[in-house]
Nanobody, 125 residues
Framework: QVQLVESGGGSVQAGGSLRLSCAAS????????MGWFRQAPGKEREGVAA???????ACADSVKGRFTISRDNDQNSVYLQMNSLKPDDTAMYYC???????????????????WGQGTQVTVSS
């Protein structure tokens, strides 16, 4: 069992930056693939980025070059650095954990076993 707690959301103007954090506790979270998802009102939850236990990463085309996912296994934490934010990035952002063996599709919500409560990101133009 893994518990996930996100933090770092807030309101920023377009072009600004935010850094989201996700603290994991419980099981050996360092062996899990960790992902960030987001969901805007009226839209489906979508995968933003993911990172494996060895540091391999993947991200959505819509955030490439702007968002960076990282993890600190010693701190059982994962981060999402978001730069050059756009109004379209406005959403609730969720941290998720996928226990091994990993699912094939990193960006599918049903690939993940545990979820945090989310942190709101609002980007104004």
């Amino acid at each position: 069992q893994v518990q996930l707690v996100e933090s770092g959301g807030g309101s920023v103007q377009a072009g600004g930056s935010l850094r989201l954090s996700c603290a994991a506790s419980g099981d050996t979270a360092s062996s899990y693939r960790m992902g960030w998802f987001r969901q805007a009102p009226g839209k489906e939850r979508e995968g933003v980025a993911a990172i494996g236990r060895s540091g391999g990463t993947a991200c959505a085309d819509s955030v490439k070059g702007r968002f960076t996912i990282s993890r600190d296994n010693d701190q059982n934490s994962v981060y999402l650095q978001m730069n050059s934010l756009k109004p379209d990035d406005t959403a609730m952002y969720y941290c998720a954990a996928d226990r091994p063996p990993y699912s094939d599709i990193w960006s599918a919500p049903n690939s993940y076993n545990y979820w945090g409560q989310g942190t709101q990101v609002t980007v104004s133009s």
